[in-house]
């Protein structure tokens, strides 16, 4: 496993990290899950900036600041909900890693933390994303030499089991 990525037990706001990435929705106005959690610990200045940012299309990833939060910057990505896995979610799940991963590249960042995008309310089938997410950060990490340290912050079990499987040699 590349000495870079780290797997972590934790609720990425208490992460002190140069970007978090939220698993958002096209609107960017908030809701549950990590993207909730987000909000309430950046406080009221996120969604203000939100609401300037004309929503995100899935697959693809934008940047506020992160306020309140230990992390600089929050990327907002927009996970595919899943249907089934025959309208291109694998690919839209994959953008969003590549295209936060970039952005980090394109900010010259050191640090990123994700949560497991489209593992909650939007039911990918876990196995299936981590071994995705796991394939573009290797990806990810070799474009963009700066990067320092990809966290994966797993709130679940299920979550961190699948990484460790795909971390082992
Ligand atoms: N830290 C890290 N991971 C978390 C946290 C946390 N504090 N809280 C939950 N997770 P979800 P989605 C995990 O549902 O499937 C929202 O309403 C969670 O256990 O947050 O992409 C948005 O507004 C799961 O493994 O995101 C969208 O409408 C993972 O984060 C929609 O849900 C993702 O679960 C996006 O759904």
């Known amino acids: 496993m590349d000495p870079r990525i780290e797997l972590l037990k934790a609720d990425i706001t208490t992460l002190k990290v140069n970007a978090i990435v ?14 909730g959690a987000i909000h309430r ?10 609401r300037k940012m004309g929503g995100c299309a899935t697959g693809d990833c934008k940047a ?24 291109g979610e694998d690919g839209l799940l994959a953008s969003c890693y590549r295209k936060a991963l970039d952005l980090a590249g394109q ?6 933390a994700f949560p497991a995008i489209s ?11 981590c071994a995705i997410a796991w394939k573009e ?10 990067l320092e340290k990809v966290i994966l912050a797993c709130f679940e079990d299920e979550v961190y089991e699948a ?4 971390a082992r040699p």
């Open 119 to 129: 593992c909650g309310v939007y039911h990918f089938p876990i196995p299936r994303a």
């Open 107 to 112: 900010m010259s960042l050191q640090t990123i």
């Open 41 to 50: 610990a950046a406080g009221p200045g996120l969604l203000e900036e939100c």
């Open 163 to 166: 990484y460790r499987r795909l």
């Open 64 to 87: 506020t600041k992160g306020y309140l939060l230990p992390a600089r910057w929050v990327f907002h990505a927009v996970g595919p909900v899943w249907e089934g896995g025959g309208r």
């Open 22 to 35: 939220n698993a958002a929705n096209q609107g960017l106005l908030g809701g549950g899950g990590v993207d």
């Open 137 to 146: 950060i290797q990806k990810g990490l070799s474009r963009n030499p700066q």
